[in-house]
């Protein structure tokens, strides 16, 4: 499926082009928007060589990677950086992974949330996924209840699960089903 479009009324979620190093550059180079995350804050030439990446990611067949620039509807303006990977371990491919990390001085105005919504969405309704699910920081209370909000349960924690900046870091997994969805989305 090339190229992803899903609109929101503030938030959509589009495919990478070249031009969206500097925004990218923004959220991944900033030590504040990748506390949480699994790497430390990128340098311009490792968000060329993700966006790279991702955008040849994007031309895959079967594609299982979608990554997307989370924009504002209004504008275009990236502000986030959106994932859903398809589970390639398992035949039906049937479940996915979700991230998302946005640019930190919109935090706080609900655009997550409606890129998480987003991320359901194309998994649920385009891709006919039946089960998405999300790993956290413990410490990473804010995405603790944006997940909640939208539905997905706690299931449990993976300890030492990443090593990041020289120290092990435990995860935390949230889940959703498709019949959850349906009902809460």
């Known amino acids: 499926m090339y190229p992803i479009t899903e609109k929101g ?7 990478f082009n070249p031009d969206d190093v500097e925004a990218v550059l923004a959220i991944y180079g900033a030590p504040e928007a990748t506390r949480h995350l699994s790497f430390e804050p990128r340098t311009r030439k490792q968000v060329h060589a993700t966006l790279t990446a991702v955008t040849n ?3 895959a067949e ?3 990677e979608y990554s997307l620039a989370a924009a504002l ?39 997550g949330t409606q890129t ?16 998405i ?20 349960i706690v299931e449990g924690r993976i300890r030492h699960h ?7 870091r435990d995860s935390i997994v949230h889940s959703i089903l498709e019949d959850e969805w349906r009902t809460t989305g």
């Open 116 to 131: 998480v919504e987003l991320l359901l969405t194309l998994g649920f309704n385009q891709l006919g996924l039946h089960r």
């Open 9 to 15: 009324d503030r938030v959509s979620l589009r495919e």
């Open 57 to 59: 990611a994007a031309q």
């Open 62 to 64: 079967p594609r299982t």
């Open 73 to 111: 509807t209004s504008t275009d303006e990236v502000i986030g950086f959106a994932r859903l990977a398809v589970d390639t371990q398992h035949a039906r491919q049937n479940s996915a992974q979700i991230g998302f990390a946005l640019r930190p001085n919109i935090w706080g105005q609900g655009l």
């Open 162 to 168: 990443l090593l990041v900046r020289g120290a092990w």
């Open 133 to 152: 699910w999300g790993a956290r920081s413990p410490d990473n209370t804010v995405s603790d209840n944006l997940m909640r909000r939208l539905g997905m």
